[in-house]
């Protein structure tokens, strides 16, 4: 069962790891519109949290969402077809990257604003707790958003309310160019602490770590409504953004990221428990199938039609 499990979040994260490497090259050969922020090196925490969840459950994320809309069970070819700009996408691709959202699957949208996610949950966690069903609302955030007064709001309110939300906090040191030494004049500790809410910090490259800190965290909020605050200690490997050069990081910085790898890390404790090599690559042969398939079915769907743009953007104009 744990062999199981841990081999089932494996998976998952490689299966992120894996199509964000291919969003990074068609990114490159110009064929994304916009940004792109990618998740590599925080795989462990979208997976280890989501392990936890189920479909009724919501989500909500930031501009840096590929790995929690994939954890959360969302598909990859409307996936890529979105953040392609494809009719066939997510959003119908309207939206692309921070825009990627699955109702379907609970996960109600990346967000280009930073800490626009947690009013958004924060509204979510009051709908399904009158609903009553035991279901919780989770919402991913960077320590960029510490300093954001709608994240103080939000934390307040849901402890006021008793509500069901799980605050994560994907902790990676960086606020795009600058290190959040420079932003923020206490600690998320100390904040959950003034508004007397459960406070865990965790190593978010360990996937086992985070998923076992979460699966306690999200049974006691199933039980009896209550907000929670999960701050996952990660490592944003790439640049903010496709195409930052990165002259603000030390050498030593960049250097030391190969050795914090979640999916090394993870494969390093699998081994130990008897998981062999065949299955590391056998899983990769897969994956690899799977993502390249979905990314050459995207890649053939057609734009959005011209007439058909405004579709979706205001209540009761376009044709569908
Ligand atoms: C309200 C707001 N202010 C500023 C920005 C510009 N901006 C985009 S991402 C970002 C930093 C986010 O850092 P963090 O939340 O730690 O996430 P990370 O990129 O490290 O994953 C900033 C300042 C924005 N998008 N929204
Ligand atoms: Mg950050």
């Not at 959003?91 to 009013?119: E, Q, T, W, Y």
């Not at 949950?121 to 300093?147: H, M, P, Q, R």
């Not at 990769?284 to 953007?313: C, M, R």
Request: aromatic share 6%.
């Amino acid at each position: 069962m744990t062999a199981e499990r841990a081999k089932s979040r494996y998976s998952a994260m490689l299966r992120i790891r894996a199509s964000e490497e291919a969003l990074q090259k068609l990114f490159a050969d110009g064929r994304i519109p916009g940004f792109v922020h990618l998740s590599i090196g925080q795989e462990a925490v979208a997976v280890g949290v989501s392990s936890c969840l189920r479909d009724a459950d919501t989500v909500s994320s930031n501009h840096r969402g590929h790995g929690h809309t994939l954890a959360k069970g969302v598909e990859l070819e409307p996936f890529f077809a979105e953040i392609l700009g494809r009719e066939t996408g997510l959003c119908r691709g309207r939206g692309g990257s921070m825009h990627v959202a699955d109702f379907s699957k609970g996960m109600l949208g990346a967000n280009g604003i930073v800490g626009a996610g947690l009013p958004i949950t924060t509204g979510s966690a009051l709908a399904l707790k009158l609903l009553g069903k035991g279901d919780i609302a989770v919402v991913y955030f960077g320590d960029g958003a510490l300093a954001q007064g709608l994240v103080h709001e939000c934390i307040n309110l849901s402890a006021l309310w008793s509500l069901p939300v799980m605050f994560v906090c994907e902790n990676n040191g960086w606020s795009e160019f600058s290190p959040t030494s420079r932003q923020m004049a206490t600690s998320l500790r100390k904040l959950a602490d003034a508004f007397g809410v459960e406070y865990r910090a965790v190593d978010g490259n360990r996937v086992s770590e985070v998923a076992a800190t979460a699966e306690t965290l999200v049974a006691g909020m199933r039980k009896a409504p209550a907000p929670a605050i999960l701050e996952c200690a990660t490592t944003r490997v790439r640049g903010h953004f496709e195409g930052d050069r990165q002259d603000y990081r030390t050498a030593s910085e960049i250097q030391s990221l190969p050795a914090r790898d979640p999916l090394s890390l993870a494969r390093a404790e699998m081994q130990v428990e008897g998981v062999p090599p065949d299955w590391f690559d056998e899983v990769a042969k897969q994956i690899a199938v799977e993502v390249n398939n979905a990314v050459a079915k995207a890649l053939t769907a057609p734009p959005p039609i011209d007439a058909d743009l405004a579709a979706g953007v205001y209540a009761g104009m376009g044709s569908k």
